[in-house]
């Protein structure tokens, strides 16, 4: 596993602006366009945390270049009230926001057959982004038949994927290289 971050463009508005980057880095990184030579590999996953969440499971769901697989760290998913971050939506929309972009950009609504396998870390007392998203995106994968697995863990609230004290660290670092090995091997 070779990480590389991206550093992304949330110009509140156009939505596109944020999943542009995110696709060229893909190519980037899969090798399709120069710019990470001798850093490229066959495949490319993302991973993404809280909003970042949301645009990984954009690349994953509307993408033009998908990547081979997604790990979701308590995704921002949806839209809906009282289930979503209201703020990721605004910082997204910026001033078009509407019922109508609001259902497009719930991410939920896009998963299809081609959504890469996902795996999904959340914690349940989680009130910045209900655990309820996670959930949504991961009922949409399994009724499309996408290979899909979710860890909730009982506390942790937001953000600890960064936090070398969370209390369950190991299990959910085991989690994902467990969930990548299988995968490989399939």
């Avoid at 309820?132 to 499309?144: C, D, F, M, S």
Wanted: glycine fraction near 10%.
């Amino acid at each position: 596993i070779r990480p590389a971050v991206l550093k992304y463009r949330m110009p509140n508005g156009p939505p596109e602006v944020p999943l542009e980057d995110a696709v060229q880095a893909l190519r980037i990184l899969s090798g399709e366009v120069p710019g990470a030579e001798g850093f490229t590999a066959e495949e490319v996953g993302i991973a993404g945390f809280s909003a970042g969440g949301h645009l990984a499971a954009m690349a994953s769901t509307i993408g033009s270049c998908r990547p081979a697989f997604s790990i979701l760290f308590y995704p921002v998913i949806t839209a809906e009230k009282g289930k979503g971050h209201q703020g990721s939506f605004n910082a997204l929309l910026g001033g078009s926001r509407n019922a109508e972009s609001d259902t497009w950009y719930s991410l939920q609504n896009r998963v299809t057959a081609q959504t890469p396998p996902t795996l999904l870390l959340l914690s349940d007392d989680d009130k910045v982004v209900p655990p309820v998203n996670g959930i949504l995106y991961y009922n949409a994968l399994k009724e499309h038949g996408v290979k899909a697995s979710m860890h909730i863990y009982p506390t942790g609230g937001h953000g600890w994927g960064i936090r070398d004290h969370f209390e369950y660290k190991e299990q959910w670092q085991q989690a994902m290289l467990d969930w990548l090995k299988k995968l490989n091997e399939a």
